[in-house]
């Protein structure tokens, strides 16, 4: 008997746990999928201050502390239509939802997972604007040039953080992504969603 989840969007709720036991959240993410593969990511998720910050925090703190996690990982969740907040999936690593705070927050996913790692004091993790939006590359040019975009896309959006990831381009593949960091969320949305426009056909 298949049962179906009836939800409002998919959130991410990113987490650090040293040995010692120390933790570290980011702020809770919503992502976007569109064929089942991750488009977009919102940091934070609009509307998630408060009750739904405090619950996806405590869930992500409850399954690190109790699987004893060192590193880095993902917490990927659904919020319901009858306000309940579920566990989808967990990722054990720097995960996509996180790759917003490369440009977006005081410590990165990358630099927090070695940290933690490694046993040395986590870093802050607050976000050094208002809103951060991850786009990512999928697919890439047709030619496979992921380079030659660069130039135009750097012009037109100057607030975009390109990010190449040096694969070959493939339908639906995660080729790169695109950060971009601002006060108001639709300019925040625009751009990058513009800068990563360059580098799909």
Same mark, same amino acid.
């Given at each position: 008997? +298949?049962? /179906?989840? #009836? /939800?409002?969007?998919?959130?991410?709720?990113?987490?650090?746990?040293?040995?010692?036991?120390?933790?570290?959240?980011? &702020?809770?993410? #919503?992502?976007?999928?569109?064929? *089942?593969?991750?488009?977009?990511?919102?940091?934070?998720? &609009?509307?998630? %201050?408060?009750?739904?910050?405090?619950?996806? !925090?405590?869930?992500?703190?409850?399954?690190?502390?109790?699987?004893?996690?060192?590193?880095?990982?993902?917490?990927?969740?659904?919020?319901?239509?009858?306000?309940?907040?579920?566990?989808?999936?967990?990722? @054990?690593?720097?995960?996509?939802?996180?790759?917003?705070? %490369?440009?977006?927050c005081t410590t990165?996913? /990358?630099?927090?997972?070695?940290?933690?790692?490694?046993?040395?004091?986590? *870093?802050?993790?607050?976000?050094? %604007?208002?809103?951060?939006? @991850?786009?990512?590359?999928?697919? *890439?040019?047709?030619?496979?040039? @992921?380079?030659? &975009?660069?130039?135009?896309? @750097?012009?037109?959006?100057?607030?975009?953080?390109?990010?190449?990831?040096?694969?070959?381009?493939?339908?639906g593949r995660k080729? !790169?992504?695109?950060?971009?960091?601002?006060?108001?969320?639709? +300019?925040?949305?625009?751009?990058?969603? !513009?800068?990563?426009?360059? /580098? +799909?056909?």
């Amino acid at each position: 008997l +298949e049962e /179906f989840v #009836e /939800f409002r969007r998919e959130l991410s709720q990113m987490i650090a746990r040293r040995p010692s036991g120390d933790t570290a959240l980011w &702020p809770v993410v #919503e992502s976007v999928q569109v064929d *089942g593969v991750c488009k977009e990511v919102i940091s934070p998720a &609009p509307h998630s %201050q408060g009750k739904i910050a405090d619950m996806t !925090g405590d869930i992500a703190t409850t399954i690190a502390n109790g699987l004893d996690v060192t590193g880095v990982m993902a917490v990927e969740l659904f919020e319901t239509t009858d306000d309940r907040i579920l566990v989808n999936e967990l990722a @054990m690593r720097p995960h996509n939802s996180g790759h917003w705070s %490369q440009d977006g927050c005081t410590t990165s996913q /990358f630099e927090q997972h070695l940290r933690a790692v490694l046993d040395l004091p986590l *870093g802050a993790t607050g976000a050094l %604007q208002p809103w951060t939006v @991850m786009v990512n590359i999928l697919g *890439g040019p047709a030619s496979g040039d @992921m380079t030659s &975009p660069y130039a135009a896309a @750097m012009a037109e959006h100057p607030t975009a953080k390109i990010h190449n990831y040096g694969k070959a381009s493939r339908p639906g593949r995660k080729v !790169g992504h695109v950060n971009v960091a601002g006060d108001e969320l639709d +300019e925040v949305v625009y751009q990058a969603r !513009g800068a990563a426009s360059f /580098f +799909e056909d």
